[in-house]
């Protein structure tokens, strides 16, 4: 049943150099920016108060929110005095305001449509209607009713309590919310179960799901193009992983919220984080594929196509004064790097 990895296509490594190559140096908070020009997916976050109206430069203090709660590294080193859009009491009212599940969830959704622009993720990275869910680990060394240990994760010491982040990632490498709020969590079990036992509308869900899983073992048995399938789909999910520990810097990496929704909002935040980082990756990588074939340098088939990622980050930097400036021109991309050049540059 194991499966041997597929040789890599021919001319693979060098359009994927080329490529790592080409992309543009740039800061997190001024990507977050450019990614809201061409999406504008902070502008459909709502207020809290259903207000519609909109302080100036709010963008920016969306911007630098999102860059304390995903980085993990709070508000002293984004926190500008001179810059009204960035003062820490602008910056507590946006996140109050701004920061729930319902506006993190509708600024994530408009990154995974706005992903379907892009010509490689649409023809190459599959059609979105395959995901997988993947837990992400992280120590809660504060006093937490949702924090538990796991030897498997952290051993057994004072430390080991921590939390799992549970996503849902398509084959696009785009995270979403499942959660609606349409049914309360009671409600449901309620319908599904009475006195241990199953209600009838339970019955039939169980009926229901035995179905699919025989169709998923058999399909595991027989099918080796479905057990390629599921370890592609495993990859992207560690590859999803790996970044998001890039981005999760502060505080040695642990997430330091008590109360389930502080724990909630902040990984949130993360998420929305990482769906800006991918659907700016795969702009710039399209961007990238498309110049290499104009210049009828490399031979660029399918298969190659779809074996480059958006799931890096070394031409991102992280650390440092964190500067927030919008891009001369919203909705047009930055110029590419010469991938011949000699690069001194370092992130």
């Not at 319902?102 to 209607?129: K, R």
């Not at 990632?169 to 995270?175: C, E, S, T």
């Not at 001369?328 to 991938?339: F, K, Q, S, V, Y």
Request: hydrophobic letters at 40%.
């Amino acid at each position: 049943m194991k499966l041997e990895a597929l040789p890599l296509p021919d001319g693979y490594q060098a359009v994927h150099d080329a490529v790592q190559a080409m992309l543009p140096r740039i800061d997190y908070p001024e990507l977050l920016l450019e990614v809201n020009g061409h999406t504008g997916y902070f502008e459909v976050m709502p207020h809290l108060s259903g207000s519609e109206a909109r302080r100036p430069d709010l963008d920016i203090s969306q911007a630098g929110v999102l860059v304390a709660r995903s980085c993990n590294v709070g508000f002293v080193p984004v926190v500008k005095p001179g810059q009204p859009a960035l003062t820490l009491s602008r910056l507590l009212g946006v996140e109050k305001g701004y920061f729930h599940h319902e506006d993190i969830a509708a600024a994530s959704a408009t990154l995974v449509t706005a992903q379907s622009d892009i010509s490689i993720a649409v023809q190459d990275w599959g059609g979105g209607l395959v995901a997988s869910a993947d837990g992400l680990r992280f120590v809660v060394p504060v006093k937490s009713l949702h924090a538990r240990p796991n030897p498997v994760y952290f051993g057994r010491g004072k430390r080991s309590r921590g939390s799992t982040w549970l996503a849902v990632v398509n084959d696009r490498v785009m995270a979403g919310s499942l959660v609606t709020n349409q049914v309360r969590a009671y409600d449901l079990l309620r319908m599904l179960s009475a006195d241990g036992r199953l209600t009838g509308l339970g019955a039939a869900f169980a009926h229901y799901g035995r179905i699919f899983k025989s169709m998923h073992l058999l399909h595991v048995a027989h099918l080796e193009d479905y057990r390629r399938m599921m370890g592609a789909q495993l990859n992207i999910g560690e590859g999803r992983n790996g970044l998001a520990r890039r981005v999760f810097i502060g505080n040695l990496g642990q997430l330091r919220q008590g109360y389930a929704k502080g724990m909630e909002d902040q990984l949130g935040a993360l998420g929305l984080g990482l769906n800006a980082i991918i659907y700016w990756n795969s702009l710039y990588v399209d961007a990238a594929v498309k110049a290499l074939q104009a210049d009828g340098q490399l031979s660029i088939g399918p298969e190659i196509r779809a074996r480059l990622t958006p799931l890096i980050w070394e031409h991102i930097n992280f650390h440092g004064s964190y500067p927030f400036t919008r891009p001369e021109t919203p909705g047009n991309l930055r110029p590419l790097r010469d991938a011949t050049a000699e690069d001194d540059e370092q992130v």
